[in-house]
């Protein structure tokens, strides 16, 4: 049996029909630049996520670079954040001119550690961006009392977090901003690149809007220097078909997870999940000491995975002149060699499901 890492042809033919209508209906208007499915995706998920507004951007990683930009981070300034997430994260405080001050993980949920993170501020210290790894929220609670106490703002890195809760509040709405990506392999993805900004902040919405179009309002006229960060139209045409369907699918992932929790709990760790968070499960992470060797046999038995992440990001070349060394930060370095990400799509079957299991247990047990 073969088993994709993720299965998009699986979705896709349930509603192929709705896409293409949709996306007919935006090449018969010939609005692909700020159409009107662009606002009407944005009021949606501004609702879904409990936030006044939202702003379609280009990609998640745009997201992250708007929002830096909307704080007018100076040259030299300081951003803390994790070195267990995805390069964006740290890359685009890089783009803005910025200095990433990475701290150290929870090895339960693999999302910063807030005991961690006062150490790490100064009077150059800006922002602070905790990433809700995997879909599951970090302890924003503290997050946002030491934030508070220092006068910094809080960006969420929500790309893999689209409906994740912490303690009955929406992921996006418990920062300054909230980031999402709507990459294709995300619960809900577009057909290309795309990304979208929430807050509750009249004043950051207006200027992320503006920021977006070159900074410029009205046209022609910058009083700020922006950049190219629209979302395209044909891009959320296609959101709105997948939007309903959202829920559906986080339940369906849930469902997944518990069927893999029950059958695993002896051979690895599965997930951890703090009891007061909705976990959406945009990655199934589980650990143990024989991941190589796990991965090797599930490649050869045609299972998809994948390690999400091999080398954390204070350890990566280009972050070298920062000076971090190995040991530094040991709960992300010893969870990068342990963690594996195995199917979790809404559309895996309990039969294929039970051929992943058989061949983890056969290693681990």
């Not at 890492?5 to 699986?10: F, K, P, S």
């Amino acid at each position: 049996m073969k088993v994709p890492m993720l299965d998009l042809e699986a979705q896709y033919e349930p509603i192929k029909d709705d896409i293409l209508t949709a996306m007919k209906e935006v090449f018969e208007s010939k609005r692909f630049i700020n159409g009107p499915q662009i606002s009407e995706l944005e009021k949606s998920v501004a609702e879904y996520c409990h936030c006044k507004h939202a702003i379609g951007v280009s990609s998640g990683t745009d997201a992250l670079i708007i929002s830096l930009m909307a704080l007018n981070l100076q040259e030299g300034d300081e951003v803390i954040t994790t070195p267990f997430t995805f390069f964006a994260t740290a890359g685009s405080i890089f783009r803005v001119g910025a200095k990433p001050v990475f701290v150290d993980i929870n090895p339960k949920t693999y999302n910063i550690n807030p005991d961690l993170i006062e150490e790490k501020v100064t009077k150059k210290t800006k922002a602070i961006i905790p990433v809700h790894l995997f879909g599951q929220c970090a302890e924003m609670d503290a997050i946002n009392e030491i934030a508070q106490k220092y006068g910094i703002a809080v960006i969420e890195d929500a790309a893999q977090a689209i409906g994740a809760e912490y303690k009955g509040k929406r992921a996006g709405s418990l920062g300054d901003m909230g980031c999402f990506s709507f990459f294709p392999s995300k619960n809900l993805g577009c057909c290309g690149d795309g990304g979208i900004v929430t807050t509750n902040n009249e004043e950051l919405a207006e200027r992320l809007r503006v920021l977006r179009q070159h900074g410029s309002k009205p046209k022609y006229y910058h009083k700020i220097i922006g950049g190219n960060f629209r979302l395209d139209t044909i891009q959320a045409a296609v959101l709105l078909v997948k939007f309903p369907l959202l829920d559906n699918w986080h339940e369906e992932r849930q469902k997944n997870a518990e069927y893999y929790n029950e059958r695993l709990k002896d051979s690895v760790i599965t997930p951890y999940v703090e009891s007061y968070n909705r976990m959406i499960y945009n990655q199934y992470t589980l650990r143990t000491p024989h991941r190589d060797e796990l991965q090797e046999y599930l490649n050869e038995s045609q299972i998809g995975n994948a390690i999400y992440y091999p080398v954390p990001l204070h350890l990566q070349d280009c972050f070298s002149y920062l000076g971090y060394q190995k040991g530094d930060l040991p709960e992300s370095e010893k969870a990068a060699m342990e963690v594996l990400s195995i199917p979790i799509y809404s559309e895996l079957i309990d039969e294929q499901q039970d051929y992943i299991i058989e061949k983890i247990k056969k290693v681990t047990d």
